[in-house]
Every structure is written in C-alpha cells, then in structure tokens.
C-alpha cells in the first residue's frame, strides 16, 4: 500500500518538530517543511495527500488550487482565518482544526493567575497564617453571625470590571479568549497580522496597538514565543508604558522577562500584581529578583509557578497529546468520518 504522503508545515522549533514526527501513525511518508513561503508551499503541496499546519500563516486560494491530489487540510489549533475556507469547499478539500489540549492548560493556568491577582490569594492566604495583632476576638458563626473580611483586606477586585490584554495573541490567547468571554471584561489583543472583523465578534476581542494595550489594560497578559535579541521583550521601556497599577501575567517564552526590570516595576507600584509561569533560568537561580520578592513579603500580590501551566506534561503526556493531534489522518487512512470539520 502506498503511504499517505504528509506535508507537516511548521512555524515550531526542532524539538517539537521531532515529537510530531514520533507521534505520527504507520502507513504515513511525512514531510516536515519549516516556515515555508507561499511559494514553497505551493511548489510542495502537489506531491501532499494531506497538508498539517502548525502555527503557519495563510494557505490561500492559490496554494489550495496547487494542492491537485490533497484529501484533508488539518490545523493544529482552534482558528482557521487564514485558511481560504471558500476555496477548499471548491476545491472539494475538507479542513478540520484540532483545538490544542496543551494550549487549553496554558489557558486555564492564565486565568488562574489572573483570579489569583484579582482576588489577592496570597495575601489572604499569607494573612491567616500570620495573624495581626490587633485582631478581633473570634466568635462562633451562625445564621446571624459571620465576619466578613475580618482582617480588613484591600484592592480585591472583580475581573467583569477590567480590561484584560493579551500580546502575543495565538493559539493559547484564543484559548484565553473563549475562558474569559463569559465574565463580560474587555479583552483587547495584539499580534502582527489584525483578525478579521468576523472573529474578533465571535470570540468578543478589540484590536489594539502596542501603545494602546499597554496604556489601557488592567491585566496584560504576555504569551509571546522566544524572541531573539540582547535584550528580553518585556523590560523597562516596555513597563513604563503599562497603566500604572496594572497587573502584569506572563506564561508565555521563559525568555519574555527582564526580570531584574519587573521587580523594580513591582517595588515601585507601578504594578500592583505579577504573575509568571516561566523564568530566564530553569530551574531558577538562588539570586533571582522575582523570588526575593516573595522571599521578602508573604503577603505581596504575587502568583508564581515553576514553568506548569502546560500541566505536568510528563513524556508519556507529551506523546499522547501529539498522537491526538494525529487522529484525523488516522481516520482518513481508515476511511473514518473527520472530527471537527468547519469545510
């Protein structure tokens, strides 16, 4: 039997290249194509059965019209804008995307980290182990008695009143998106290439410049890829445009922290909450300012995680996820109905 011939387009680096080629079924020849261009792609899909597109930009009507043998267009990830819908539905070429588990968690853990700001955990949780002196005496609650905020916490406040940024808008920021919809806050985002008006209705987003997310969102959530360069993406210039008492939620690259910047912006009061899940060095240093920070104040409005938010992601995690992402071309080789067809 001839094997199903698979162009795997990727904007991912080379590990996860390999963990997708080793999750890949039998009975598939895959081509891993890196970055490709338009033309690449173009000059690549006539020989593809199936195309896989891995956090890649467009695959337009004339890419489609190229694709003369293909069976199934598969994106890995909820959204599928630049995907010309219309022209596969011509062409006869079904397209399925895969909403990503790992991005899911990603999701579920900023939300968490915005809660926990929001609400203040740490400090109420540090205020009951260190009790203040001059605490009332304690009483038995019943029908007509309880103490409510009895240790007199401040700034606990209600996300449905905030406006809830997010640069580096992808794959776990559409994820995010679909979490947040339901507490009714404002949810800007910004990436290189704006969505079109229809998505952004349909997951409630506002376009906004780098200037503006910064100066206007009361949590600005960075989930940006690696980004090379001397300096991290995310250091003083950036902070002094942030609305000043903003909370600043990273779980994007370890390396979008100038974490020596975003200490000095928390001290200050420029921000009134940090939260991150990945760090410059992992595991962290002894020396790291982000954890002095904790070090010095139980109670500060800090919410720090050590690079989880993906979940535990054990080997066998990692596997099992990417042989799902598999699943349709699996179906395809057994002549199974697709999941998740949006054409």
């Given at each position: 039997m001839t094997p199903l011939k698979v162009l795997f387009a990727t904007a991912r680096e080379a590990v996860h290249q390999r963990t997708a080629l080793d999750a890949a079924p039998a009975g598939v020849d895959v081509e891993i194509c890196f970055r490709p261009t338009q033309d690449e792609l173009i000059e690549r899909l006539p020989h593809a059965d199936v195309l896989v597109t891995e956090r890649l930009g467009a695959v337009n009507a004339q890419a489609i019209a190229a694709a003369r043998r293909l069976k199934l267009i598969q994106r890995?990830?909820?959204m599928t804008q630049?995907?010309?819908l219309q022209a596969a539905r011509a062409a006869g070429i079904p397209v399925c995307n895969w909403p990503l588990r790992s991005c899911a968690m990603v999701a579920e853990h900023v939300l968490m980290q915005i809660l926990s700001l929001a609400k203040r955990f740490r400090?109420?949780?540090?205020?009951?182990?260190h009790p203040q002196a001059d605490a009332q005496e304690p009483r038995k609650c019943d029908g007509n008695y309880f103490a409510i905020n009895w240790t007199r916490r401040q700034g606990i406040r209600r996300i449905a009143d905030c406006t809830i940024g997010i640069i580096g808008f992808g794959d776990v920021g559409c994820e995010l998106a679909v979490l947040l919809r339901p507490f009714g806050c404002r949810i800007l985002y910004n990436k290189r290439t704006p969505l079109p008006p229809e998505v952004e209705a349909q997951y409630g987003l506002v376009y906004a410049d780098a200037r503006a997310i910064r100066a206007e969102s009361d949590f600005l959530c960075a989930l940006l890829p690696h980004?090379?360069?001397d300096e991290p993406p995310i250091g003083r210039d950036f902070l002094a445009g942030m609305k000043d008492g903003a909370c600043l939620v990273s779980a994007g690259?370890?390396?979008?922290?100038d974490e020596a910047a975003v200490a000095q912006a928390f001290r200050s009061?420029?921000?009134?909450?940090?939260?991150?899940?990945g760090w410059a060095w992992e595991p962290t240093?002894?020396?790291n300012p982000l954890l002095r920070l904790a070090a010095e104040d139980p109670g500060a409005n800090l919410a720090f995680t050590p690079h989880t938010a993906g979940g535990s992601l054990t080997p066998d995690d990692i596997r099992l996820n990417r042989q799902r992402e598999w699943s349709n071309v699996r179906n395809l080789l057994a002549d199974a109905p697709l999941l998740n067809r949006v054409a």
């Open positions: 890995l990830g909820r630049d995907i010309d400090d109420c949780e540090s205020i009951l182990t980004i090379a360069g690259s370890s390396s979008s922290l009061g420029k921000l009134s909450g940090l939260a991150t899940d240093r002894p020396d």
